[in-house]
């Protein structure tokens, strides 16, 4: 089992660029989650995903973050334009039939900086 | 403020010592998790509680639960340098709002 894989796993870029986070969470999982960690704010939801669709975008901080999952193995989440309080670090997570359990599997995280 | 806060911030110990770490909430829960992170990486889960459940054992850690008074605690014994970490709290209510709480920075010293 290979676990939730993210990448880039570091990502450096300046601001007004777009950036494009990738996620390929477990096989089989059937619910995905984006979270941002900074020091400030801590763990963050973004947008959780359940079966493809997304459920809950409320999180999302503006119009320039956006996500899909076009099918069940492949998320992405993609901010245009970048700035630089966008710098942290983004995590994926999936989870398999809520019946079975309420662990979130987490993918490394890809640690983004906007200068 | 969020919804789970970890006290304390930052606990050093040595080597064999017991660790203790608290976690507060605020409403009402399904349940609570424990998550580790290891400096530069994912959360992994450690132990989860459900709402009707007061203690849970797992190897060397221990959790309780009190919903009266809406914390959890979470206890390693035997520390080891390898616990070496950070320590969330995490609560779910519904199908998929879980709310991570500031975390505890674990160091454990050989």
């Known amino acids: 089992d290979a676990g939730v894989i993210q990448s880039p796993r570091h990502e450096v870029t300046e601001m007004g660029q777009e950036v494009t986070l990738r996620c390929k969470p477990i096989?089989?999982?059937?619910?995905l989650f984006w979270y941002r960690q900074t020091m400030m704010r801590g763990l963050e939801l973004l947008i959780y995903?359940?079966?493809?669709?997304?459920?809950?975008d409320s999180g999302m901080p503006e119009d320039r973050f956006s996500a899909k999952m076009p099918n069940a193995s492949f998320s992405t989440l993609k901010i245009q334009p970048s700035e630089p309080r966008d710098s942290a670090v983004y995590f994926c997570?999936?989870?398999?039939?809520?019946?079975?359990?309420?662990?979130?599997?987490f993918g490394p995280g890809t640690r983004l900086t906007v200068l | 403020s969020q919804q789970g806060e970890e006290d304390p911030q930052a606990l050093s110990i040595q080597e064999g010592e017991n660790a203790t770490m608290n976690c507060s909430y605020k409403?009402?829960?399904?349940?609570l998790q424990w998550y580790r992170q290891n400096s530069g990486r994912g959360l992994v889960h450690l132990i989860l509680?459900?709402?009707?459940?007061r203690e849970k054992h797992s190897g060397r850690l221990r959790v309780t639960l009190d919903t009266s008074k809406k914390s959890s605690s979470l206890l390693i014994t035997a520390s080891r340098a390898a616990d070496t970490a950070s320590y969330f709290c995490a609560t779910a209510s519904g199908t998929y709002k879980y709310i991570f709480g500031t975390g505890t920075r674990l160091k454990v010293l050989a």
């Open positions: 997570a999936s989870r398999p039939d809520r019946v079975t359990t309420d662990t979130q599997y």
């Open positions: 409403t009402s829960i399904n349940n």
């Open positions: 096989s089989g999982h059937n619910s």
């Open positions: 509680i459900r709402s009707n459940e």
């Open positions: 995903f359940n079966n493809n669709v997304p459920i809950d």
